[in-house]
């Protein structure tokens, strides 16, 4: 048996959340997944970005301790690979990629801005094909802090996954 441990780091609208899953690996069966750890800290950086169309300094701080703080869990989880991606305040923030290059000069973090139609693609990406019916159509809805995405699924195949400017943050 094989276990490795990998982490996703995700920078939202409402909140800064790490993930740390474990990969079980065993001889003849199918890998298994499980969570082993989820931190969440609620920066809000959407109440910045789409009210003064950047992230305030204050928030940077808070970022950049916050990520402090997730790298040292992520090596004291010994996690082999991890990946840290911002959605939608990032993106449409004037400052975004001056945020982004001083976190990594922090924290030495990179953090991949990705566009709506990604986010969507991750989001449906994961395992809720294992929930859907394949003879059926299904539509899937993730409500973040700036964005919504839908997945539309029809006979288990994901036909379309747009992303649009709706938010609980963004609607506050």
Known sequence: MKIEKYAAIDIGSNAVRLLIASAIERAGHPTIFKKTSLVRVPIRLGEDVFINKKISEKNILRLIDTLKAFDLLIKTHQ??????????????????????ERVFKATEIYIQTIEGQDEASIISSTDITDLILN???????????????????NEGKNLVSPSFKIGTVRLL
């Open 79 to 100: 996690v082999v690979r991890f990946r840290a991606c911002a959605t939608s305040a990032m993106r449409e923030a004037k400052n975004g990629k001056e945020v982004v």
């Open 135 to 153: 003879d059926k159509t299904f539509l899937y809805v993730d409500v973040g802090g700036g964005s919504t995405e839908f997945t539309i699924f």
